[in-house]
């Protein structure tokens, strides 16, 4: 007999939503979540936005959803083996023994090179990481933000809220220019410029001397009180996972389109490369409300027999707030050819196109009908042409139904 019906590794919204969509399913107990944060699972988002503009304390936002009493939480128990043939993990000295195993391990920070062993310099995943960069940043004239992702955009943001002078110092054309393109890129600094942020694009930092000087390739030097690296981010148990006979990609876990691994075993969220049923492709995505869902689907999937798994067809999607700026986008992620800029009221919809012109992608700032039509349109292969002329899917399905 197992310790654990189902054991999950990781409580981050993938872990969380795969015990409360396990336990609300009726599957068999006990279940447990195994994580190692020190923090009771939290909200990520508010991190980089309220919490370090300093609008929100630095405390604990609970996820949405209250996990069922009977899932046991093990706190700050880094699991350091996993045996799928003995159905076992080992976590903080205890093996504990599953019958199923959701894997939601998430993501973690890489490392920018060059950076001295006693340079200080912070980075930004966990509430811990938070409540440290704020204590930094309540005594910090000036900042050097290094990268311009979403975190690092919404950071730099945040932190020139909160009164800092911020360098934002990125090796891309402009913030984001790489993943939205050049037009996107334009807007973004526009919003970072107005907030007092300054941004200097295509140079690399070459290294970070202790405690704080910023090397940069044009031959200057940076010397802020604050340094946050925020360089992107890869998979957190790439190496835990290698000797379980896993498939792997790049760190990622392989998983079928119902998020399967391997028998009885699942994976969701940033962890997962899966198969996505409407994409007819393996989609990575590093988003809250994805990593959530594919969670839930996880655990449900996980709580019912063979025959009775339910497939993940989600379009991916998030929201960024880049100070009181707040881009929605909806996407497969892996790329496209084109882009088409629409201006809209006071804001734009930018839409984006593989080869074939099928929209593969949407982002938009102000203009929600376009947001809101995006995802059918992206779900429904729709192409470049149908969504300039305004097409919907949603409506058209309902009178096909009506
Ligand atoms: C500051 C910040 C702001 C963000 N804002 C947004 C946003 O606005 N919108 C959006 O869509 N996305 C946002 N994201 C991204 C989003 O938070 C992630 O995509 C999401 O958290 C992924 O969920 P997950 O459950 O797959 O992994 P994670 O949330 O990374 O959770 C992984 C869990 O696994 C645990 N773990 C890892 N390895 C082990 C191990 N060996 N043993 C035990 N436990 C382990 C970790 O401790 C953690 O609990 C943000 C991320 C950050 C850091």
């Known amino acids: 007999m197992s310790d654990y019906g189902l054991l999950v590794i990781g409580s981050g919204p993938a872990g969380v ?8 399913a009726g599957g068999r107990g006990p279940v447990a979540i195994v994580t190692a944060d020190i923090d009771a699972p939290y909200m990520r988002p508010p991190l980089s936005k309220e919490v370090l503009a300093g609008s929100s304390p630095a405390e604990r936002t609970p996820i949405d959803g209250d996990l069922p009493d009977e899932v046991e939480v093990r706190l700050g128990a880094s699991v350091t083996s996993v045996d799928l043939d003995a159905r076992t993990v080992t976590a903080g000295g205890d093996t504990l023994s599953f019958d199923r195993l959701v894997l939601g391990t998430g993501a973690k920070n ?29 005594h ?23 009164g800092v002078e911020v360098t934002l110092v990125t090796s891309e054309a402009g913030p984001q220019v790489t993943r939205l393109g050049e037009f996107a890129g334009a807007r973004i600094t ?18 970070i001397a202790a405690p704080r000087t910023v090397h940069l390739d044009d031959g200057t030097t940076l010397a802020p009180d604050l340094v946050l690296v925020a360089v992107g981010v890869a998979p957190a148990a790439g190496d835990l996972l290698a000797s379980t006979g896993l498939q792997l990609h790049q760190g990622r876990v392989v998983a079928d389109e119902y998020l399967g691994a391997a028998p009885g075993v699942w994976v969701a969220g940033d962890a997962a490369r899966a198969l996505n049923a409407a994409a007819g492709r393996p989609i990575p995505v590093e988003h809250w409300g994805d990593a959530e869902a594919m969670g839930a689907l996880a655990g449900s999937n996980a709580a019912a027999a063979d025959g009775n798994q339910v497939a993940w067809d989600g379009v991916p999607g998030f929201w960024s707030e880049i100070g009181e700026h707040v881009l929605q986008y909806w996407a497969w992620g892996d790329g496209h ?9 006071g804001g734009f919809t930018i839409w984006y196109a593989d080869a074939d012109d099928v929209v593969v992608g949407v982002l938009t700032y102000r203009a929600d009908d376009d947001y809101e039509r995006g995802i059918g ?12 002329a305004g097409r919907r899917v949603d409506e058209e399905d309902d009178e096909a139904q009506g």
């Open 377 to 388: 349109l992206i779900a429904a292969a729709a192409t470049l042409t149908e969504a300039l």
């Open 337 to 345: 050819e084109r882009e088409e800029v629409v201006a809209r009221t």
């Open 110 to 138: 890489v490392p920018l090179p060059g950076v001295d062993a006693d340079a200080e310099t912070f980075s930004l995943r966990s509430l811990d990481d938070a409540r440290r960069l704020v204590t930094a940043a309540e």
């Open 190 to 207: 526009e919003w970072l410029v107005t907030l007092g942020v300054q941004v200097r694009t295509g140079v690399h930092v070459t290294g």
């Open 140 to 162: 910090a004239r000036t900042a050097v933000v290094v990268g311009s992702g979403f975190i690092g955009c919404e950071a730099a943001a945040s932190l020139a809220r909160r």
């Open 17 to 24: 939503g795969a015990a409360q969509a396990y336990v609300q």
